[in-house]
């Protein structure tokens, strides 16, 4: 009843990229229910997470003061420990014991070690701010670039594509721009379940005449909209693409002229996929060889066409190559830069945007400008004052050797290069594949301080836990996938001693010597304006009088560009390139010891590692526990009935969970969400590397199936 609320605050949804405005109803400091407001990306609509996963702010487990491990007890993940009741564990204690002795640590281990033995992991459930401030606080107090985040795990492969192919990693357009597409791609992405909002306005596009290709392993939703379904054979992503490139070239369908003004490399890309027929490629792809021909030169003829990918096409040891083949499609036939045409990763969480351009990554200063460049740290060094000191003495204030990634981070904790790390808003312990690795990682660094809602799986293994806070509770801008820059506004006040995530950073950084003052957001924000052009034009005033701008933003007061790069690409030439790729098998194939494909991802209900939405009441009843979806015929070769229980087994180890029949899953296949601990699907996943972007092998590792 909207008439009971005493307050209404607007603010942005803090799940999927989507990015959805809303509006929250607050009475006595306590959410009573949540609308869809008229947002750029939304127009009033949210999907379940948005509407319902709000609760989970008030969970009894919520973390209301800093906490201390207690002498000898040692670190690990314990069968038994209670998160709801952390006190075995650890002690309470006021902010300044714990950041003296968060800090403490951290400075010992640098002053006896070097800088470069400091890691942090940011998120992307940070805002903007949030994440400026805590790369800021790594490169200048910590003084390396070992900071990254969980676009290492999204879609690094995909932003190492694009930037190398056409100098920028957002996307070319927004998702609205499929209403005026002829033709859409969406491959890799299952957006009814990941991106919903985005996915309902994909239908919307579908019934008004826009026609859909779906070209995925899995069946999913929007298949009951698209024209065209080809399923392929996992893992054989680049053969396809290539495919259809050759069709593309052998059937002269390219844009001669569009490629001749704005293209670099077609002709090494022709060479590459000259031999790459349809013919040649449809056992391997599992789709005849008319599918792919006619899925081309559908693609190619239309007027205007876009594609839309998700993590089934970052998530491999090729995803960079599985990227680039799109980039070329999109090239060859002259397919961005118009209104309905371009190229889109869809974003996964809330702010992954923006805090990879804010700098939460190891080998670029925000913006994406190389840590390399010494006019870029330069420049850096002069906002920052008095920046600190580098790591290899040569003198700099900023290091400029590119930092390590994510997994790269785990594996120099076991090789003792890195001792201490500070941790905020990411879920390792949960997240990062091979977790018996990354957990021993965890439980072997010397300091650990995590900053966090919930004593989550990684806040296990701290020293010491700052505790933070939740979305509705802040003020910050976020960006989402379509490059719209949004501001949420708090709604409810701290519980307890939590204190906003950019104090906490900000007493972190006073502790390593920093002589930050910032009373706000809006004075981080007007600090980041100054080092980043994507923000010119898009002033936090402006923010707070329309909610959201879109960069980037060409003169006060315009729209910004929701199509980009009509005229020139952002690079040395102002042309895009061709960049041809090779068909590779997956990191670890299927045999005869594990014959099933096991491949991990999201849930509708659930969100990321689960420390939200699983304590989200209404999320949480919907979906209570570990699935593993599997088709029929799978199902009946192991004799399971649904709701019976089967175990999944990799070289890495093993988990039981509940089956479920899943019509969109191929024989041969098994897909399990990692939001639940109790069957962690990150034990048994592949921490093989895409070479390019650093990014795991989630959609594919050798398993066996068999009846618990
Ligand atoms: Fe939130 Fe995404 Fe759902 Fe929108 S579509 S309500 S942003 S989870």
Redesign the pocket.
Known sequence: NSDSAERKVDS?????????Q?TYHVKDDAILYVE?RDGP??QG???????F?FDYGRHPSRLTRPLVRREGVPKGMDEGFDPARPLTHFREADWDEALTLAAGGLTRLKADHGPRALAGFGSAKCSNEEAWLFQKLVRTGFGSNNVDHCTRLCHASSVAALMECIGSGAVTASFMQALNADVVILTGCNPAVN????ATFFKQAAKGGTRFIIIDPRGQAMGAYAHRVLRFTPGADVSLFNAMLNVIIDEQLFDEAYIREHTEGFERLKASVRDQTPESVAMACGVPADEIRAAAREYANAERAMIFWGMGISQHTHGTDNARCLISLALACGHTGRPGTGLHPLRGQ?NVQGASDAGLIPMVLPDYQPVSDAQVRASFEELWGNAGTSSDGSGDALDPEPGLTVVEIMDAIHAGTIRGMYILGENPAMSDPDLTHARGALASLEHLVVQDLFVTETAQFADVILPASSWPEKDGTVT?TNRQVQLGRQALPLPGDARPDWWIIQEMARRFGLDWDYGHPREVYAEMQKGMASLNHIDWERLEREGAVTYPCLAEGAPGEDVVFSEAFPTASGKARFSPALPLPPDEPIDRDYPTVLSTGRQLEH?HTGSMTRRAQVLDDLEPEAVASLSAGELTRLGVHPGERVTITTRRGAITLVARLDDGMPDGMVFVPFCYVEAAVNLLTNPALDPYGKIPEFKYAACRLSRA
């Open positions: 942005v949804c803090p799940y999927c990229g989507v990015g959805c809303l869809g990306a939304n609509r949210l999907c379940v997470k948005g509407r996963g991106h919903p909002v985005a809330n989402n969100w």
